[in-house]
């Protein structure tokens, strides 16, 4: 995980969570900071494979059982953690997934507008 947070207590007690928060973190370092930060011989290909990674790795999580769904939760909220630094939104993103873990909000069934034209676009291109 980052140098100066910590792994939060669940982590600390399930070594495979300890595992997987670093090679996360790596996948970060390595793939997807450069890409983000606009570096010299980052590419969008490497960037695209490493995400397409950890979506995968939670997926599996998330339908290996209960016991392996809080890694996961936790997994998803480094994700958006690490990917809010590259937004505007910096503090929106994550507390409203913090608050929808916390039971606090329910998911919104309607899309926003960006997710609309996204998912239209494609229904069309089919």
């Keep these: 995980m980052e140098r100066d947070a910590p792994l939060d207590m669940h982590a600390h007690v399930c070594p495979h969570c300890r595992h997987l ?3 996360f973190a790596d996948v970060w370092r390595v793939l997807l900071d450069p890409f983000l930060s606009g570096a010299q011989g980052a590419t969008a ?3 695209a494979e490493g995400f397409a ?3 995968h790795r939670t997926k599996e999580l998330l339908e290996s059982g209960p016991q392996d769904t809080a890694c996961a939760m936790r997994l998803m909220w480094y994700n958006i953690k690490q990917t809010k630094k590259y937004t505007r939104y910096k503090h929106s993103t994550l507390k ?5 873990l916390a039971g606090e ?3 919104s069934r309607q899309r926003s507008v960006a997710v609309a034209s996204v998912a239209d676009r494609k229904i069309r291109r089919r």
């Design 53 to 55: 990674y950890l979506m």
């Design 96 to 100: 409203i997934f913090e608050r929808h």
């Design 45 to 47: 290909s490497d960037a």
């Design 21 to 23: 928060y670093k090679l």
């Design 105 to 107: 909000l329910e998911a």
